[in-house]
């Protein structure tokens, strides 16, 4: 595997399900994003980690729940989901280097629809 | 406000027909400004990032400039595979996002 891989790339889920998405950076980098992009609208930042700490949550529903094992992997559950929460997730990665966060690399994106 | 505006929203080319797409920002310490191709149903592809006003990147068919208030994305003598939607986002020294542009929907037809 090379980049960023994102499982699964498409999910259907009820209000009522658990569920989780899974994506993996092969590029050594040590920040990951958690990004959502919904149609007509820019792609919105959810979560920042840096060197495997959370330290950016721009006011994402408590629904949402990011977890970041190593630096290499990042997890989004999701729980009691809206059907406007339906949307394409993107994850990404970087490489900071002195408090300057370079350029973002992104995975494919897990397509997200909530019945 | 938009902190990243692009324009045009859509663009519709005819092969070999050049063009600019371009995208204005209002920030207060800009770190770097960054654009991304991005394809249906994929993730944006990194491009370019400048970081001066006068800073010039180019790869293939696509030129990127910046000045202190836009950046401008040239392509020359497009081809049917550079459709695809392009998206600008700036970085500010204050924070870690990226914030994105709603981006400019290229389509080049044969």
């Known amino acids: 595997e090379t980049g960023v891989t994102q499982t699964p790339r498409h999910l259907v889920m009820g209000m009522t399900n658990k569920k989780s998405l899974k994506c993996e950076q092969h590029?050594?980098?040590?920040?990951m994003y958690w990004y959502k992009q919904s149609a007509k609208k820019p792609l919105e930042l959810m979560f920042v980690y840096n060197f495997k700490e959370q330290t950016e949550n721009n006011s994402v529903p408590s629904r949402f729940s990011p977890e970041c094992p190593n630096s290499s992997h990042l997890f989004l559950h999701l729980h009691t989901l809206q059907p406007e929460d339906s949307a394409l997730y993107l994850c990404?990665?970087?490489?900071?280097?002195?408090?300057?966060?370079?350029?973002?690399?992104f995975g494919p994106g897990t397509r997200l629809t909530v019945l | 406000e938009d902190q990243v505006t692009q324009s045009p929203e859509a663009l519709r080319l005819q092969e070999g027909e050049s063009s600019s797409l371009n995208c204005s920002y209002t920030v207060s310490g800009l770190r770097g400004l960054f654009w991304y191709r991005q394809d249906p149903g994929k993730g944006p592809e990194f491009l370019f990032t400048l970081y001066s006003a006068g800073e010039e990147k180019e790869k293939e068919r696509l030129k990127a400039t910046l000045t202190k208030k836009e950046s401008f994305l040239h392509i020359t003598a497009p081809k049917p595979e550079d459709s695809a939607t392009y998206l600008c986002?700036?970085?500010?020294?204050?924070?870690?996002?990226?914030?994105f542009g709603k981006g400019t929907s290229l389509l080049v037809t044969p």
């Open positions: 986002a700036v970085q500010e020294y204050s924070g870690y996002a990226l914030n």
């Open positions: 590029l050594g980098h040590n920040a």
């Open positions: 990404a990665s970087s490489q900071v280097l002195q408090g300057s966060y370079n350029e973002q690399f």
